[in-house]
């Protein structure tokens, strides 16, 4: 991704459409999100064969940087999102400060995740992807120190004294949490321009002979599908959720639409019954509609 870099609403302000029309895009991979951390400590960690994590270097950041989509739906849908242990993307190393490849915990590892340290130069990156979590604080093992007690406790019960008790405390890597709005969300402008040079579907409502569907969301579907043939999936779900969020729909012409989300649609028969269909169910919508309706 290349900067600079926009909000949601700049982004969508941009391309002249929804800020829910952008969310959907980025939800079905057409372009990728990225997050905008301040002042972050970070530790900078790659992975042995087996998967085992090796501490190189810790850092301070202020900067973008990519989680999976997984990771980001949450923020996508407006809800506050708290990351530890999941490895970002470092999107502008250039931003990177404090760098220190010693290890900067005071005892020996393994200490799982941690498997390792073998410090490394940020010299030495040359263009390497940069991968890092928040940096682990050195603690003690509350649970630990509590079996501690209870063993001191009975020994001076059995005993009369403290002989035969280790009396040092574990130390342990607590990883802090990193609290993320989703004001935090950004979009690069290489991510702009991508979405720029995909065309825009356009709703075209003056087909007739549209046949009776005596299913009302099937013929809203079938309606998207026989002005639009080859429009994919996403294409009509995009439709769809635009015309849930329009005051005129073109398609939604018996108001069937309750709601409607980047992953699931809520709608209404004439009966006033309530009923939930997922965006994972689409395609085989779609493709039923247009075997009965010869839909090329």
Not at 121 to 149: C, H, I, M, W
């Amino acid at each position: 991704m290349q900067g600079p870099w926009y909000t949601l609403e700049e982004t969508a302000q941009k391309l002249g459409i929804l800020k829910s029309e952008l969310i959907h895009k980025i939800i079905v991979s057409e372009a990728s999100a990225s997050i905008l951390l301040k002042n972050a400590n970070l530790l900078y960690l790659t992975a042995d064969a087996k998967g085992n994590w090796i501490g190189r270097a810790s850092f301070t950041y202020t900067g973008h940087v990519a989680y999976p989509l997984d990771i980001l739906a949450p923020l996508l849908d407006g809800v506050e999102l708290e990351v530890s242990r999941i490895p970002a993307k470092i999107l502008e190393p250039v931003r990177v400060s404090q760098w220190n490849s010693s290890n900067p915990w005071k005892f020996e590892l393994p200490e799982p995740p941690i498997y390792k340290w073998q410090g490394r130069e940020f010299e030495s990156l040359n263009g390497d992807n940069l991968y890092a979590v928040s940096l682990p604080k050195e603690t003690f093992d509350v649970s630990d120190q509590l079996t501690r007690l209870t063993e001191q406790m009975e020994t001076i019960s059995k005993t009369g004294r403290m002989a035969g008790v280790e009396n040092k405390m574990k130390r342990v890597l607590n990883f802090p949490h990193f609290k993320i709005k989703p004001e935090a969300i950004r979009l690069a402008a290489s991510e702009l321009n991508k979405l720029k040079e995909k065309p825009r579907i356009e709703a075209n409502t003056t087909k007739p002979n549209i046949p009776i569907i005596n299913h009302e969301l099937h013929a809203l579907i079938y309606r998207i599908l026989s002005n639009n043939p080859k429009i994919s999936a996403k294409g009509v779900w995009k439709l769809i959720r635009e015309d849930f969020e329009s005051d005129n729909p073109a398609y939604d012409t018996e108001g069937i639409l309750v709601d409607a989300t980047y992953a699931d649609l809520l709608w209404k028969t004439p009966r006033g019954d309530k009923t939930a269909f997922s965006y994972s169910s689409l395609n085989s919508t779609m493709s039923k509609l247009r075997r009965q309706h010869s839909i090329l």
